[in-house]
């Protein structure tokens, strides 16, 4: 079956515009995460879903950033006022319900803040 | 909080010779153990992962046990392959913290032919 998938693949904007990134995840896995990978780094954990409802949002590093998942499938990250030290690879994962189950990967959004 | 910490890089093999990836963590209650790899141009996968102490994931002739004692998951594996050349990541994950996965920076592998 198809694996998570990410749009847009590449995202350039300038400074102080809004964007969002989208995530369509394994279908019937019930977990959806964000993570953010800066050059070099290891991905961050930004904000985990189970179902609809965000359980977790504290790595979400400021009230700029914000995450939705209004029918448990489809989820998608905004960012408003965006600045230069946000450019960055978005990573959204998903996996089943159980905490031992497997995250499976998308392949990333790379944003870029001019 | 928890954290991972991965042996600095870059790491440069030639074909067929050993390796080793170093990993330690630092993290209250039983994490769960894992190694995931990035190919160039590729998205992360998981390629082996341990659940509890003492146990051994295994996978592609990649190895890594669960130490408790030593608090360390290192990767190893035989004889490497061109193919091999990748980011390497070790990361943790608690079922108490929602199994998010808290990640290494990252081992680049390069194995030359």
């Known amino acids: 079956g198809a694996g998570v998938s990410q749009t847009p693949s590449n995202k350039v904007t300038e400074k102080g515009k809004y964007v969002e990134l989208r995530c369509d995840p394994i279908s019937g896995h019930t977990a959806l995460y964000w993570y953010r990978q800066s050059l070099g780094q290891g991905p961050e954990f930004l904000i985990y879903?189970?179902?609809?409802?965000?359980?977790?949002d504290s790595g979400l590093p400021n009230d700029r950033f914000f995450a939705v998942r209004p029918e448990g499938s489809v989820s998608t990250l905004k960012i408003q006022r965006t600045e230069r030290g946000d450019s960055a690879v978005y990573l959204c994962a998903s996996s089943g319900p159980t905490g031992t189950d497997t995250q499976y990967f998308g392949p990333g959004t790379r944003l870029t803040v001019l | 909080g928890d954290s991972v910490t991965q042996m600095e890089g870059p790491v440069t093999l030639s074909e067929e010779a050993f390796l080793t990836i170093n990993c330690t963590y630092t993290?209250?209650?039983?994490?769960?153990l894992f190694w995931y790899v990035q190919y160039p141009g590729e998205g992360l996968q998981l390629l082996l992962k341990?659940?509890?102490?003492?146990d051994k994931g295994s996978n592609k002739g990649f190895e890594a046990t669960y130490r408790k004692e030593t608090t360390s998951f290192h990767l190893e594996k035989g004889s490497v392959q061109v193919s091999d050349s990748a980011v390497y990541f070790c990361a943790l994950s608690k079922e108490t913290s929602g199994s998010r996965l808290t990640f290494g920076e990252g081992t680049q592998l390069t194995v030359n032919p």
């Open positions: 879903f189970q179902g609809t409802g965000a359980a977790d």
């Open positions: 993290a209250t209650g039983y994490p769960s």
């Open positions: 341990a659940t509890k102490a003492d």
